[in-house]
């Protein structure tokens, strides 16, 4: 078989251990940093702020610390290839690995009785976590970027039947920030050959060894069809003997958040369990408690602001300043959602006419340059400013600050027997839907976040849409 040729962006993770030796070297420096800040500005060392003190008091004290903090953080696999890019692991690798150097600089310092003093520790560690961490968000907003563009992916081989593979290959590229790019596929004998989306390479499975070999695969992912018993499935594990890939199982799970999933072997079994979504109970009235008293500060706040669009909007034409449009809430009851008035005041005699244009989905007209949006309504679509007056909507229980987006009574009668799970939750003012493209998303991308948001919601996850909703909003992007 001829030697299968990867494309340079992805031969082999050289992009990973590049970025992996560029973060230690950043850590390097900020750790030395960290500890010459505390020792010059804090250390009980009167000869701290003199060049000689540096020589006899700084070095030997900050050159084994360093080392050895670094030597932590290795050993805690902050750098590893396999996981750069993965915010928990790092947050975790950090902060315990930071948090062991502490604690051993401390016992030392109180054994030898280490003229360094509390505050001295205190700064270094503090600062120096700060900065850790403050390191690794730019390596790995970095590694995203490039991962959007193609690059530096990590090649994986796909074993099992056609249809699943399609699936995994459609699926990672869509998530590139994953970092993971199917190059190669092995499927039974009868389905090999012809290509697989962008995957030109499908042959046999009993060629799994010479493609790995050949394309320097770092991961192999088991996918349904991949054999028809454990002995089979054993022998495909069997063939990678001798190749640096790392065999995973790809289970008939999709859209299931982390938190939610639990192994749990069971008499040789790997089982893996799945937490029931949190619809109700302590969280649902702790994110109703925070809906509440955000909206309130929310209003609070911002009513300079909404008294100002309010007064701009009706000086356009004279019309009114909110909007009131027949949306469906949780459990299927209609509310009246509220917004500022970004249109004409007769833009529904004007729908017919455009609806051949329409570049939404589904019962849900949009159009980029629809000619019934004034001229403060297009700079208040941009911003999601006309959704403001949508706060109210939230004091009243109507809606939640995150949450899916709250359909017409029209869509919600198409709906596909799956859809209603959309009901089981208060729709929001934004969500998955708005952080991940508003209105460029498909119907079909749409419904996916929303399904996902019902299953997965959690209070932390809130809190990250919020934030991630504030840059949406002020970028425009995907709003019209």
């Known amino acids: 078989m001829a030697v299968l040729e990867l494309r340079g962006s992805i031969r082999a993770g050289v992009g990973l251990e590049t970025y992996a030796a560029g973060a230690r070297a950043a850590d390097l420096c900020l750790m030395v940093l960290a500890t010459a800040v505390a020792w010059s500005r804090w250390s009980s060392d009167p000869t701290a702020r003199q060049m000689s003190g540096w020589v006899t008091g700084y070095l030997p004290w900050a050159l084994p610390l360093v080392l050895a ?18 915010a928990a692991h790092e947050l975790r690798a ?22 360094a003093s509390r505050a001295t520790y205190a700064i270094t560690f503090g600062l120096g976590i700060v900065l850790l961490l403050v390191s690794h968000l730019v390596v790995r907003r970095l590694l995203r970027s490039a991962h959007s563009r193609g690059l530096y992916m990590r090649p994986v081989v796909a074993v099992g039947a056609r249809a699943p593979i399609t699936t995994l290959v459609a699926e990672l590229e869509r998530s590139t920030s994953a970092g993971l790019q199917v190059v190669a596929a092995c499927v039974p004998e009868e389905e090999a050959w012809d290509p697989i989306g962008n995957v030109r390479w499908v042959l046999p499975t009993s060629a799994l060894h010479e493609v790995v070999a050949d394309t320097g695969a770092q991961h192999v992912f088991l996918l349904s069809g991949a054999g028809e018993s454990p002995r089979h499935i054993r022998r495909i594990a069997w063939s990678l003997e001798g190749t640096e890939a790392k065999l995973a199982v790809v289970p008939h799970l999709t859209d299931i958040a982390r938190g939610r999933i639990r192994p749990r072997p069971v008499a040789g079994l790997p089982l893996i369990e799945l937490d029931q979504p949190e619809l109700s109970g302590l969280q649902a009235m702790l994110k109703r408690s925070l809906d509440l008293v955000l909206a309130a500060l929310g209003l609070l706040l911002l009513s300079p602001l909404l008294v100002t669009v309010a007064l701009l909007v009706r000086r356009e034409d004279g019309g009114p300043a909110l909007f009131r449009q027949v949306r469906v809430g949780r459990e ?15 833009a529904d005699r004007h729908l017919e006419a455009l609806r051949s244009a329409n570049e939404g989905h589904g019962v849900l007209f949009k159009l980029r340059e629809d000619p019934r949006i004034t001229r403060i309504g297009r700079v208040l679509r941009t911003y999601s400013l006309d959704e403001f007056p949508q706060l109210l909507n939230v ?11 709250p359909p017409l ?50 209070i932390s996850q809130d809190a990250v849409i919020l934030w991630k909703t504030v840059r949406v909003v002020l970028t425009g992007s995907g709003a019209y």
């Open 69 to 86: 903090w670094f030597a932590v953080l290795q050993a805690a696999d902050a750098y590893d290839t396999e996981r750069v890019g993965d």
């Open 94 to 115: 950090v902060v315990a690995g930071t948090g062991v150097v502490a604690a051993g600089a401390a016992i030392l310092s109180f054994l030898t009785r280490s003229y």
């Open 332 to 346: 299927g009851r209609t509310f009246e959602c509220l917004k500022f008035r970004s249109m004409v005041v007769d």
């Open 395 to 405: 004091l009243r229980g109507d809606m939640s600050l995150v949450g899916p987006r």
């Open 409 to 458: 009574p029209a869509e919600v009668s198409q709906y596909h027997p799956d859809m209603n799970r959309r009901l089981k939750v208060r729709p929001g003012m934004t969500g998955l839907w708005q952080v991940s493209g508003r209105s460029d998303l498909t119907a079909e991308e749409s419904e996916r976040l929303d399904l996902y948001y019902v299953d997965n919601w959690s």
